[in-house]
């Protein structure tokens, strides 16, 4: 993946700011660092998110398929080298932080990263082909970009980010290259919560997925959300699960997935119909709507997915359908006499209408709806999810390319833009200042 060469010098810096309260008593106050950022690329045969730290010492480039709901970074150990690596003891307050039900009393081998005496460890998990183990969990330096105002700016290294060693299995189906995760989910020691608690920095962060392969998008740690005011953002509530949707977990965690509240569905400015108790989560934690990116495309319960495909068709008449639709997709048409506009091609628009205070949908244009085949064919890009899915609805990566979308934890609370091509540019602008 030559692409990602140019993402090989991602760094990190923090910067003092004085501050004079008055002549008589001038003093400076803690330091305020500026948020950070690393750069997000789409992979090209995965349609997995990936983005690149270095870590160890030395510094090594690192990739790591994007996880929005992972519970931490994990990294294959089996040829981990590095001076600074420090495992984390079974009876440490990080080890009980982390939430770890499982210490590794003696490691049968020398001593090494992620095989040493009493020290904690957790399950890495592999979300694409679904598969974990148990790993220890570790300190190391990581090194990435500030903010610079709006835009990427100077480089520093933080020092004892928490991480769980995986192993070579675990990287099956991964993108070329990748060697891990990157957890973005409501663990405590994801990298989200581990950059708020011990930096200080707010307790935010935001996605910027790029639909393109050849340019990166981005995500920002803290209050950034880079060349775009916070004025842009809509505003809905972050549910809580109390169950866990990982694939691999201990019993009685909470998810760490981000769910909201969608109350019903358009489609071309019309409700339809189903079974709307699907869109709650229910006692054993089924039910309602998650953001993924580990899935390409969203996943609907097939309830949903039914009333979404009727109500499209019927509104598309005037294309021909290509029959048999290609998998894994159940709707699709000619593409020769389908109008293109600067939100994509024109085809009925999908609301998620979600809970907050007055009238508020997540419109999903047919930029992000519609997924090119050929040069004769598109589909819709949603997916049959089965009758007994966790989640009913699963929002996945081709929705939610260049929408911005910031998860405010302090508040619970999510910010959107929805499409940012109503506002003449892309995720993969943030980069450049050109925006």
Not at 15 to 31: C, E, K, Q
Not at 274 to 303: A, Q
Request: hydrophobic share 40%; proline share 6%; charged share 15%.
């Amino acid at each position: 993946m030559s692409s990602m060469a140019p993402l090989l010098n991602c760094f990190l810096l923090f910067s003092s700011i004085l501050l004079f309260i008055s002549p008589s008593a001038a003093r400076s106050v803690p330091a305020r660092p500026k948020p950070l950022v690393l750069p997000v690329l789409k992979d090209k045969c995965s349609h997995q998110y990936v983005t690149q730290i270095n870590q160890r010492t030395p510094l090594v480039a690192v990739k790591l398929t994007v996880d929005l709901g992972g519970t931490f970074m994990w990294v294959d150990c089996d040829n981990y080298v590095s001076s600074s690596y420090t495992p984390v003891r079974c009876d440490s307050a990080l080890c009980k932080l982390a939430d770890s039900h499982s210490c590794t009393t003696e490691c049968y081998s020398s001593p090494k990263p992620g095989c040493y005496n009493n020290t904690c460890s957790h399950i890495p998990y592999n979300p694409v082909v679904h598969v974990s183990t148990s790993g220890d969990i570790g300190l190391d330096v990581v090194s990435l970009q500030s903010m610079d105002g709006k835009y990427p700016g100077r480089n520093v290294s933080v020092p004892n980010v928490p991480f769980v060693c995986g192993t070579g299995f675990m990287l099956e189906n991964l993108a070329d290259g990748v060697l891990g995760v990157a957890g973005l989910g409501r663990g405590n020691i994801s990298l989200p919560a581990y950059f708020s608690s011990a930096l200080g920095l707010q307790s935010k962060f935001a996605i910027c997925l790029s639909s393109l392969t050849n340019s990166s998008g981005v995500i920002y740690f803290g209050d950034s959300i880079g060349p775009l005011s916070s004025d842009f953002l809509i505003y809905t509530p972050l549910v809580r699960n109390p169950v866990s949707t990982a694939g691999a977990y201990f019993e009685g965690q909470s998810s760490t997935d981000y769910f909201i509240a969608v109350k019903t569905l358009r489609v071309g400015g019309k409700e339809i119909k189903f079974n709307k108790t699907l869109l709650s989560i229910d006692n054993e934690g089924k039910g309602g709507t998650r953001i993924s990116t580990v899935h390409p495309y969203t996943l609907l319960h097939t309830s949903i997915y039914k009333a979404v495909i009727k109500a499209f068709a019927k509104q598309m008449k005037f294309l021909i359908e290509v029959n048999p639709p290609i998998a894994p997709f159940g709707l699709c048409y000619q593409s020769a006499a389908m109008d293109i506009n600067e939100y994509g091609p024109v085809v009925p628009f999908i609301d998620l209408v979600l809970e907050s205070q007055g009238s508020v949908y997540w419109r999903i244009w047919g930029a992000n709806s519609m997924v090119k085949i050929s040069s004769y064919v598109m589909c819709l890009g949603f997916v049959d999810g089965g009758l007994k899915p966790d989640s009913s609805i699963i929002i996945g990566g081709r929705q939610l390319e260049d929408n911005l979308l910031q998860f405010d934890l302090a508040s619970a609370r999510l910010g959107f833009t929805s499409s940012l091509l109503v506002r003449n540019t892309t995720c993969s602008n943030f980069n450049s200042k050109s925006v």
